[in-house]
Each structure stands twice: as structure tokens, then as C-alpha cells.
């Protein structure tokens, strides 16, 4: 089968398309034909190795030389072809969808799976839309836990990957809604349903003395004081930095991530820095959502599986607006 491949780190020039065994699934898995997945931040950090303290933090996804995985790639989505024996849930025929967490290995025509981290695709999406939705919406669908009707959210980066589906989920849960993007991006985010849209190169949403009962930050590009700052006495900051390459850093938007697990301690505010396992019940969640009609994945562009590199290239340099998507 044909698959993308890393054996060192580096620029999206170390990918290759390249010939590989076919996967042969275990008891616990599923074979999947891939029709479609999607690029995130995650992909870029771990084809660089970068911020390089992952590489002692997280040798599970990180070696110190090159990635633990060859085939990058999380998220997918496609059609069952086998099942191992212990599967009774799922059968051949069946089109799924999925997050592959630290395994990798979306970029490719096969994965295998465990059964546990599918779920049916959502009935009223695409290959392609549905691609999109596993990691990105499974970790807006967590940081936003706890949020109730009428609070007031604002999402930092709300035009991106995570954003789109955060803007969307709040909405559904009937907050208030407060997007920060670009110029560019505005008219996306109003789209998705939120109430008001900053434009971060005109206005400091830190400075402007609004106040929120949930901040989700996604871009990592302002101090935690200053991010306190935009808290109610009750509020909730919630972190989940991916941003752009900048050229490389020790610690990147973990700097940022390290600082508020040790103040978290001292300060009166909730401040939860993500840490989401993909599973079933979370990919059953989104697709009520989805099939509901409350959320609906947004796609900036698709790539052909062999320009894997320039997909992962846009997502990384360009500010990439909301998902990409590899088709297969």
C-alpha cells in the first residue's frame, strides 16, 4: 500500500510516499480502507520533533532522533475491510471514522485500529468531512466541559481546526460566544454562530476589560496573567496550544502550558491544560452533534494523499482557516 513516511525529523521535505506491508489487524482491530484525513497541528510538531522538550516529555509520539511512528497522520476516516476476531461491534462494509492518537499512521490507504477508538460516521457527512472532526472536535468537546446556557465563552484562535468546532459546541450548550481570528477569518467565525468576533490585529481582547466565564486558548500567544485577566472571579482558562512553526524552540507553547500547571496551584482561577484520550464515547458525541445539525465541519482546502507535504506545509506556515484534509 502506499503511505507517507518520516525516518528523521525535519521540514515537510522528509515525508515521503513511499510502498509498505499492508496491515494485518489483531483480534481487538479493524482493518480500514482510508478515504480521507486530516492534518493537525500535531502532525508538524511531531514530523519536526518540535518543541524539542517533547522529545524528553513525550516518548510515547517522540524519539530523539525521529519520530517512534514512520507513517504520520491521527486522524481518518474510511471503510471497515476486516475485523479480528474479538470484534462484534463493527464489520466489514462499515464506514467509520477515528482518532489513531500516538499509533499515527492515517496518512496511508490502510490503517488498523482497536474498535474501541471507531465509531459509525456521522450519516450526513463525507469521507472528507468527517476526516475532520476526530482530534479537533474531541478536544473542543473537552475543553469546553462544564459550560452552561447563557455563560460567557470567548475562544482565542477561533478560525482554526479546534476553533470552528469550539464556537459551534458553545453555541449548542447556548453560551455566549466570543471569537478572536484575523481579519480574514471573521466572516467564517460568524458564520459558525458566534455573538462577536475580534480581530486580533486591531484589538488586545486581554485589554479590552471584558470579562468571561471560560477562556479557551488555542494560540498560546499571551502571557497567563494577561489571560486571567479576562476571567470572572469563577472563570475557567483552558489551554490547548498548537499555533504556527516559527523556526524551531525548546519549549514552544509548552513554556506557556509548564507555567500554569505549577501557578495553577496558587490562584483562585480554574486553569485546565487539555490532555484528551481519544475514545468512542467522544466520537458518539460529536456525531449526535453533527447528525443534529448543531455542528458541521468546516474545510479549508484537501490535498491528494502524495502532497501530503504541502498540506502539512499550509497547516504550518499559513494559518491554515479551520480543518485540511488529506484524500486517499
Same mark, same amino acid.
Given at each position: 500500500m502506499k503511505a507517507i513516511v518520516q525516518d528523521r525529523y525535519g521540514s515537510p521535505d522528509v515525508l515521503k510516499l513511499m510502498d509498505v506491508p499492508k496491515p494485518t489487524p489483531a483480534d481487538n482491530e479493524v482493518l480500514v480502507r482510508v478515504h480521507a484525513a486530516a492534518v493537525n497541528a500535531y502532525d508538524w510538531h511531531v514530523m519536526r520533533g518540535d518543541p524539542y522538550v517533547m522529545r524528553l516529555l513525550s516518548p510515547a509520539w517522540f524519539g530523539?532522533?525521529?519520530?517512534?511512528?514512520?507513517?504520520r497522520g491521527r486522524d481518518f476516516a474510511g471503510r471497515v475491510e476486516a475485523a479480528g476476531k474479538a470484534v462484534t461491534q463493527v464489520r466489514p462494509g462499515d464506514e467509520v471514522y477515528g482518532d489513531l492518537s500516538d499509533a499515527n499512521g492515517?496518512?496511508?490507504?490502510?490503517?488498523?485500529?482497536?474498535?474501541?477508538?471507531?465509531?459509525?460516521?456521522?450519516?450526513?457527512?463525507?469521507?472528507?468531512?468527517?476526516?475532520?472532526?476526530?482530534?479537533?472536535?474531541?478536544?473542543?468537546?473537552? &475543553?469546553?466541559? #462544564?459550560?452552561? %446556557?447563557? /455563560?460567557?465563552?470567548?475562544?482565542? +484562535? $477561533?478560525? &482554526?481546526?479546534? #476553533?470552528?468546532? %469550539?464556537? /459551534?459546541?458553545?453555541?449548542?450548550? +447556548? $453560551?455566549?460566544?466570543?471569537?478572536?481570528?484575523?481579519?480574514?477569518?471573521?466572516?467564517?467565525v460568524q458564520s459558525l454562530g458566534a455573538d462577536h468576533v475580534i480581530d486580533y490585529t486591531q484589538e488586545d481582547f486581554t485589554r479590552a476589560g471584558q470579562r468571561y466565564d471560560l477562556v479557551f486558548d488555542l494560540v498560546g500567544n499571551h502571557s497567563l496573567a494577561r489571560l486571567r485577566s479576562t476571567l470572572t472571579s469563577t472563570g475557567t482558562l483552558v489551554?490547548?496550544?498548537?499555533?504556527?512553526?516559527?523556526?524551531?524552540?525548546?519549549?514552544?507553547?509548552?513554556?506557556?502550558?509548564?507555567?500554569?500547571?505549577?501557578?495553577?496551584?496558587?490562584?483562585?482561577?480554574?486553569?485546565?491544560?487539555?490532555?484528551?484520550?481519544?475514545?468512542?464515547?467522544?466520537?458518539?458525541?460529536?456525531?449526535?452533534?453533527?447528525?443534529?445539525?448543531?455542528?458541521?465541519?468546516?474545510?479549508?482546502?484537501?490535498?491528494?494523499?502524495?502532497?501530503?507535504?504541502?498540506?502539512?506545509?499550509?497547516?504550518e506556515e499559513e494559518h491554515a482557516q479551520a480543518k485540511v484534509v488529506i484524500t486517499v
Open positions: 530523539l532522533n525521529g519520530p517512534k511512528r514512520r507513517i492515517a496518512f496511508a490507504e490502510h490503517v488498523c485500529v482497536p474498535a474501541d477508538l471507531v465509531d459509525a460516521k456521522p450519516a450526513n457527512l463525507t469521507f472528507e468531512q468527517a476526516a475532520a472532526v476526530p482530534l479537533a472536535g474531541t478536544t473542543a468537546l473537552a &475543553g469546553l466541559q #462544564g459550560v452552561q %446556557a447563557e /455563560q460567557h465563552v470567548l475562544v482565542n +484562535g $477561533a478560525s &482554526g481546526g479546534v #476553533g470552528t468546532f %469550539a464556537v /459551534q459546541i458553545a453555541k449548542s450548550l +447556548g $453560551a455566549h460566544v466570543t471569537g478572536v481570528c484575523s481579519k480574514r477569518n471573521i466572516d467564517l489551554l490547548s496550544g498548537g499555533g504556527v512553526f516559527n523556526g524551531g524552540s525548546f519549549f514552544g507553547p509548552m513554556g506557556l502550558i509548564i507555567r500554569a500547571q505549577i501557578m495553577s496551584r496558587f490562584i483562585r482561577h480554574r486553569v485546565l491544560v487539555l490532555s484528551v484520550t481519544p475514545g468512542k464515547e467522544h466520537l458518539t458525541a460529536l456525531r449526535h452533534l453533527i447528525e443534529s445539525g448543531k455542528v458541521v465541519p468546516a474545510i479549508d482546502r484537501t490535498f491528494p494523499l502524495h502532497r501530503t507535504p504541502d498540506a502539512i506545509r499550509y497547516v
